[in-house]
């Protein structure tokens, strides 16, 4: 290997220790520091509205955060206290519907049971009484094999459920301490937000800071294109299923459908956590044509989403609905339910530093300086 190629290997491997280092610090320094990153990023959502107040209204800097803040937060707690005072409306409904429905179905299942499950489980029996005791032995260590894995998963889920639960207790005051530092630190960011924005600027290098800035622009318009994406694709099945409840004649049908809107963030499971033990039961205890009408409405609800979410979101992060839908299925295999937010945002990052250049840039420093021309 002559010594251009091995300057390359070095430069190549110093770039991958770089970034390698870059992303465990973020990693683990996002750990410690994550309620300032939402600081952060409250602050850039609501510095234009600050600005407004400060330009147009004369409002003192202070007093522009400030009343911002109080308006966002009351807005936020409004919206909450109407949530579930909607919420606790329908479950005092379904308190008093739900019993009757669990007797007609427990109902229809002792007579299920009485009819079809006692002389299928006799003429089981006697099929097992026929077979010769080694055939009898198989079937029965099958059975105590089968029980035994059924009966270890069944308590390694409740120990694991109980053992989580003190964390889950110990979150709620975690929580509360998130949200105080995050408001805190929004109100000094958004307050000082000029004087960081020069001090920043005199930090950074001059190429550093023409990219960043193009970074930082481009990821903002992302995640603002898809926290409106999310809204809408909520919105839109909100919408639809209400409209579906009022038509089947459902009671309480705004509550049931704003609980289905918010389930539907759920990836794959959404609305279907809802919809499908509804359907069964439903067909179960023969109210069949209102079963047909909520499997249909549930079927609309499914296709729209699946048609709606990779136009939408990709119309609004600026990314073409086969690299949205691209992105959306490998940050699902990889990181789970989470990978459907980081998918998109990864393939939004690394567009946006291929326009700025980056990658060009790194590559350029890998393959080093042309070689000088020997006059």
Same mark, same amino acid.
């Given at each position: 290997?002559?010594?251009?190629?091995? =300057?390359?290997?070095?430069?190549?491997?110093?770039?991958?220790?770089?970034?390698?280092?870059?992303?465990?610090?973020?990693?683990?320094?996002?750990?410690?520091?994550?309620?300032?990153?939402?600081?952060?990023?409250?602050?850039?959502?609501?510095?234009?509205?600050?600005?407004?107040?400060?330009?147009?209204?004369?409002?003192?800097?202070?007093?522009?955060?400030?009343?911002?803040?109080?308006?966002?937060?009351?807005?936020?707690?409004?919206?909450?206290?109407?949530?579930?005072?909607?919420?606790?409306?329908?479950?005092?409904?379904?308190?008093?519907?739900?019993?009757?429905?669990?007797?007609?179905?427990?109902?229809?299942?002792?007579?299920?049971?009485?009819?079809?499950?006692?002389?299928?489980?006799?003429?089981?029996?006697?099929?097992?009484?026929?077979?010769?005791?080694?055939? !009898?032995?198989?079937?029965?260590?099958?059975?105590?094999?089968?029980?035994?894995?059924?009966?270890?998963?069944?308590?390694?889920?409740?120990?694991?459920?109980?053992?989580?639960?003190?964390?889950?207790?110990?979150?709620?005051?975690?929580?509360?301490?998130?949200?105080?530092?995050?408001?805190?630190?929004?109100?000094?960011?958004?307050?000082?937000?000029?004087?960081?924005?020069?001090?920043?600027?005199?930090?950074?290098?001059?190429?550093?800071?023409?990219?960043?800035?193009?970074?930082?622009? =481009?990821?903002?318009?992302?995640?603002?294109?898809?926290?409106?994406?999310?809204?809408?694709?909520?919105?839109?099945?909100?919408?639809?299923?209400?409209?579906?409840?009022?038509?089947? !004649?459902?009671?309480?049908?705004?509550?049931?459908?704003?609980?289905?809107?918010?389930?539907?963030?759920?990836?794959?499971?959404?609305?279907?956590?809802?919809?499908?033990?509804?359907?069964?039961?439903?067909?179960?205890?023969?109210?069949?044509?209102?079963?047909?009408?909520?499997?249909?409405?549930?079927?609309?609800?499914?296709?729209? !989403?699946?048609?709606?979410?990779?136009?939408?979101?990709?119309?609004?992060?600026?990314?073409?609905?086969?690299?949205?839908?691209?992105?959306?299925?490998?940050?699902?295999?990889?990181?789970?339910?989470?990978?459907?937010?980081?998918?998109?945002?990864?393939?939004?990052?690394?567009?946006?530093?291929?326009?700025?250049?980056?990658? !060009?840039?790194?590559?350029?420093?890998?393959?080093?300086?042309?070689?000088?021309?020997?006059?």
């Amino acid at each position: 290997m002559n010594r251009e190629n091995a =300057d390359r290997v070095v430069r190549f491997f110093i770039v991958i220790i770089v970034a390698a280092a870059s992303l465990l610090s973020i990693y683990y320094a996002s750990k410690v520091i994550y309620p300032f990153i939402i600081a952060l990023i409250i602050a850039t959502a609501i510095n234009p509205v600050v600005g407004i107040l400060e330009r147009k209204w004369k409002f003192p800097r202070t007093l522009a955060v400030l009343t911002t803040l109080i308006v966002l937060i009351g807005i936020f707690t409004g919206l909450i206290t109407l949530l579930i005072a909607e919420i606790v409306a329908g479950a005092s409904y379904l308190a008093t519907v739900v019993p009757e429905h669990v007797a007609t179905l427990i109902k229809y299942l002792e007579k299920m049971f009485a009819n079809q499950v006692i002389p299928f489980y006799n003429k089981l029996a006697g099929m097992f009484q026929s077979l010769d005791s080694g055939q !009898r032995d198989t079937i029965m260590n099958s059975i105590d094999e089968t029980s035994g894995r059924i009966t270890e998963s069944v308590t390694a889920f409740l120990q694991n459920f109980f053992l989580k639960l003190p964390g889950l207790v110990s979150w709620i005051p975690n929580a509360a301490t998130v949200i105080i530092f995050s408001l805190l630190a929004t109100f000094f960011i958004s307050k000082d937000w000029e004087r960081l924005s020069v001090l920043t600027s005199r930090l950074l290098p001059n190429k550093v800071k023409s990219s960043g800035i193009r970074v930082f622009a =481009d990821l903002k318009k992302a995640l603002v294109g898809f926290v409106k994406a999310q809204i809408t694709l909520i919105s839109i099945t909100l919408v639809i299923v209400l409209v579906g409840l009022l038509i089947l !004649r459902i009671n309480y049908a705004i509550t049931i459908a704003l609980i289905l809107g918010l389930l539907d963030l759920l990836p794959y499971l959404g609305t279907g956590t809802v919809f499908v033990p509804w359907i069964i039961y439903e067909a179960v205890t023969g109210n069949i044509g209102l079963a047909i009408g909520l499997g249909i409405l549930y079927t609309v609800v499914i296709v729209q !989403r699946q048609l709606m979410e990779p136009k939408i979101l990709s119309s609004n992060i600026g990314l073409s609905p086969l690299g949205t839908l691209i992105s959306l299925f490998v940050g699902f295999k990889l990181v789970g339910f989470l990978g459907l937010i980081l998918g998109p945002v990864t393939l939004v990052l690394l567009t946006t530093l291929h326009k700025a250049n980056v990658f !060009r840039d790194i590559w350029a420093y890998i393959k080093g300086p042309p070689p000088k021309i020997m006059k």
